[in-house]
């Protein structure tokens, strides 16, 4: 009982804390953020045709945004009491992550193509049928992605990566957020869960690079972006997109 003492006094409770607080939010986000709760809760008796769908992932998308981004950056603000940069709000080595946008861009091309061309991501992505209607179904569904790839990247790379490094120390930190962002992939196609652990890893190291979250939120937008419009191409349901 004495060495149980002296563990909890010596800990990091603040840190503890946390780690708890982030269990706690992707619980919530899981289960409350679903589209099948929103469906089933909010929106039975209401009949949006053919925007069901769309309105559904949009509530996903905004539980993401105050449960990753608005809930984390109070927590910043009003328990650490540190600075935005810390964080990696801002634009960090602008050389080197431009230079790796660059990169990356051209390398993923026809790995994206090339996953597009499988049954189970076409039967993935897009996630909104009605995204594939016309280019400005297309181009509006790509910003309401914009918006979740933001609040994923600050939480996962900002929040927990660089925020988080200060306490549980660069492994700890990158432990957490490979650990979490990947589990949050189950349910996706195996391969997408797969990359998420190299792609968590990369990640991990860019935003401890660059000392930002923004060119790994760019990265991420690019790569749902052409991921949506290669499956519509070679699932040949790319006719509204068609002038």
């Known amino acids: 009982m004495k060495q149980l003492g002296q563990i909890v006094t010596t800990m990091d409770r603040k840190g ?14 899981v ?8 469906e ?20 996903q998308y905004l539980v993401a945004v105050v449960l990753m981004l608005l809930l984390p950056l109070a927590w910043w603000r009003w328990v650490e009491r540190r600075p935005m940069p810390e964080l990696g709000w801002g634009l960090g080595d602008t050389r080197f992550g431009l230079r790796f946008l660059a990169v990356a861009f051209v390398v993923l091309i026809p790995v994206l193509w090339i996953n597009a061309g499988s049954p189970e991501f076409q039967a993935e992505y897009p996630l909104v049928a009605l995204s594939g209607a016309s280019w400005k179904h297309f181009l509006g569904w790509q910003l309401c992605y914009a918006v ?14 660089i925020g988080m490094a200060r306490r549980l120390g660069v492994l700890g930190a990158m432990a957490l957020q490979l650990s979490a962002s990947t589990l949050l992939h189950i349910g996706k196609p195996q391969g997408e869960t797969l990359a998420a652990v190299a792609a968590g890893l990369a990640f991990g190291v860019v935003a401890l690079r660059t000392r930002s979250f923004l060119y790994l939120f760019l990265l ?21 997109l068609m002038p």
């Open 16 to 29: 503890l804390g946390a780690i708890a607080a982030v269990c706690a939010l992707l619980g919530v986000y």
């Open 31 to 38: 289960y409350q953020g679903h589209p099948a709760f929103f």
């Open 40 to 59: 089933r809760w909010l929106t039975p008796s209401l009949d949006l045709g053919a925007w069901q769908a769309w309105a559904a992932q949009c509530w």
């Open 148 to 161: 979740y790839y933001f609040a994923w990247e600050f939480f996962f790379r900002g929040f927990l990566q």
């Open 220 to 240: 991420h937008w690019y790569v749902g972006c052409l991921t949506d419009l290669f499956c519509l191409i070679r699932s040949g349901a790319a006719g509204g």
